[in-house]
């Protein structure tokens, strides 16, 4: 954005630099015209004057006129009798008369010529003198300069977008990837029958569909580093009803989120405590019960923290630090995805709600 504003402040500069131009040449007219690298022809960029809304973004082919003469020779060029040049091309308005000019070329850093400016129609009647074109050309350079420095900023915008849209195809192959794994996976849950093997897979697909949602996200909100916080948990929350739905056990998850966007990382990690919250829940929390509730809330406080609590009216999780197993359980993932988070986290039990689970964390 910084970069953006910047090249519309240079132009403004250089409209500037025009209306100078025609002060300082006491002309009727001032013009800017630059050349297109692609059909060589000189392109009316920024004019002043009586016909300039008329004129502008008007072409003058290559080789053609006064501008196409000081260009190809890359000289200043004086003309107070245009009726007797024999390289005067045309007025470009028929509401315009050219009776006199001046130009000089625009120069690059190695000295090229990628422009012209020029000044046409003295006043009073005058004509323009060689002592004019040393101050017109005095002028040149810091127009040449803008121009350059705005094409920096244009070109930089253009390598910002391109990138973004290649960020964007990551995105969308990276959730097409781990959506095929997914399918995959649910596919040989459908050849599993041992209980233990079946959470397992299902935990496994729970996982990456998180992962794959933050990317869909990222892709389809079209923006590369932030994530709508509760578009992305109310899907997470979705996809765990679906993996782990069990026609003999009526679990309901009851949600309320309030808007709110975050850092993608950031993001990633939240919809992943609330995916392992949500695993632990329907794995252990309701063992013996046909029914259970989870209620999962966030909310943003006026302090710049974030509040997010996920609860259930079961037992909850058993082990407290994971401690007693050798292998990684339900506390010890989720307490270091919330370290990774940088966020505080405690886990409380209440006789009227079970087991909740408190995450802060800073906007």
């Given at each position: 954005m910084e970069g953006i504003n910047r090249t519309l402040e240079l132009k403004g500069v250089l409209r500037k630099c025009m209306e100078a131009a025609k002060v300082v040449m006491n002309a009727k007219a001032s013009s800017l015209m630059l050349l297109d690298e692609m059909t060589g022809d000189l392109n009316?960029?920024?004019p002043?004057?009586?016909?300039?809304?008329?004129?502008?973004?008007?072409?003058?082919?290559?080789?053609?006129?006064?501008?196409?003469?000081?260009i190809s020779n890359n000289q200043p060029l004086i003309s107070n009798d245009i009726t007797e040049s024999d390289i005067f091309w045309k007025d470009l308005s028929d509401d315009f008369t050219t009776k006199n000019i001046i130009c000089v070329p625009l120069q690059n850093?190695?000295?090229?010529?990628?422009?012209?400016?020029?000044?046409?129609?003295?006043?009073?009647?005058?004509p323009f003198v060689n002592e004019d074109v040393a101050i017109f050309e005095s002028l040149a350079p810091h127009v040449s300069s803008a121009i350059e420095r705005s094409k920096g900023y244009e070109n930089m915008k253009d390598m910002i977008d391109e990138r973004e849209v290649q960020i964007a195809e990551i995105h969308h192959r990276l959730k097409n990837n781990l959506s095929?794994?997914?399918?995959?996976?649910?596919?040989?849950?459908?050849?599993?029958?041992?209980?233990?093997s079946r959470q397992a897979i299902s935990a496994a697909n729970s996982r990456l569909r998180?992962?794959?949602i933050a990317h869909s996200l990222l892709y389809d909100q079209n923006k590369m580093d932030q994530v709508f916080l509760n578009d992305y948990l109310d899907s997470v929350i979705q996809n765990i009803e679906h993996?782990?739905?069990d026609p003999e056990k009526e679990i309901y998850i009851q949600s309320s989120i309030e808007e709110t966007d975050l850092d993608a990382n950031r993001a990633m990690l939240c919809g992943m405590i609330v995916n392992e919250l949500l695993i632990n829940a329907y794995k252990h929390a309701f063992e013996g019960k046909k029914s259970g509730e989870i209620v999962i809330t966030l909310k943003k406080t006026p302090s710049d923290e974030i509040v997010l609590i996920v609860a259930d009216n079961g037992i909850g999780l058993q082990d407290q630090d994971g401690s007693s197993s050798e292998k990684p359980t339900g506390h010890f993932i989720i307490k270091a995805l919330a370290k990774k988070l940088k966020?505080?986290?405690?886990?409380?039990?209440?006789?009227?709600?079970g087991t909740a689970c408190v995450l802060k964390f800073p906007v």
């Open positions: 009316v960029s920024i002043t004057g009586p016909v300039k809304d008329e004129i502008i973004g008007m072409a003058v082919p290559k080789n053609k006129g006064i501008g196409g003469w000081v850093e190695q000295g090229e010529a990628f422009g012209v400016l020029q000044a046409i129609n003295k006043k009073d009647g005058k095929t794994i997914c399918a995959l996976l649910e596919f040989d849950l459908n050849e599993l029958t041992e209980p233990k998180s992962v794959a993996v782990f739905k966020a505080d986290i405690s886990f409380r039990k209440n006789p009227e709600i």
